[in-house]
C-alpha cells in the first residue's frame, strides 16, 4: 500500500519520549499525520466528556486511558458518564438520548453482570456516545 491509496490516517503516538527527529517518526510522515499525545495534569471524567461534546474520539480514548491508570474503576465514572448524558438531553432529538441512556444502561449491566471486562464496556460506551453526539 502507497500513500495514494489512502484518505487520511491519524496515529497517536502516546510516549513521553518521541520527537520529530526520530527516525520511526520521520519515517512515519509522509504516511499519517502524527498527534503527539503529552501527559499533563491528571484527566477527569469531566475532561473526558468534554473531548466526547466536542467529537474528538483519539483524546476521549486517551483521557480514559489515563482515568484507568489512575486507579479509577469504571462504575466511578459511569456517574459523571451518566450526568453528562442527562445534562446534554435537552440539545439532543429525543431517539438519539434514548439511544444514549440505553447504552449506558448495556454498559452498566455488562459491568455488574461481568459479560466483558468493565474497561472494556466504558470504553464502548463512550465511543458510541461520542459517535450519537457527532
Not at 496515529?11 to 503527539?36: C, H, M, N, Q
Not at 455488562?110 to 456516545?129: D, F, H, Q, T, W
Amino acid at each position: 500500500m502507497c500513500s495514494s491509496d489512502l484518505d487520511h490516517v491519524l496515529l497517536v503516538i502516546e510516549s513521553g519520549t518521541w520527537t520529530a527527529a526520530d527516525s520511526f517518526v520521520k519515517k512515519l510522515r509522509p504516511y499519517a499525520e502524527l498527534v503527539d499525545a503529552p501527559r499533563g495534569k491528571k484527566a477527569t471524567v469531566f475532561d473526558m466528556t468534554r473531548e466526547m461534546e466536542r467529537s474528538r474520539p483519539e483524546a476521549v480514548l486517551r483521557s480514559l486511558a489515563d482515568l484507568f491508570a489512575d486507579g479509577q474503576h469504571p462504575l466511578q465514572l459511569m456517574g459523571g458518564i451518566l450526568w453528562f448524558w442527562q445534562k446534554n438531553g435537552p440539545r439532543l432529538p429525543g431517539a438519539q438520548y434514548q439511544e444514549g441512556l440505553r447504552l449506558l444502561q448495556e454498559a452498566d449491566l455488562n459491568i455488574k453482570r461481568s459479560r466483558i471486562n468493565p474497561e472494556y464496556a466504558v470504553e464502548i460506551l463512550v465511543m458510541r456516545l461520542t459517535g450519537l453526539l457527532g
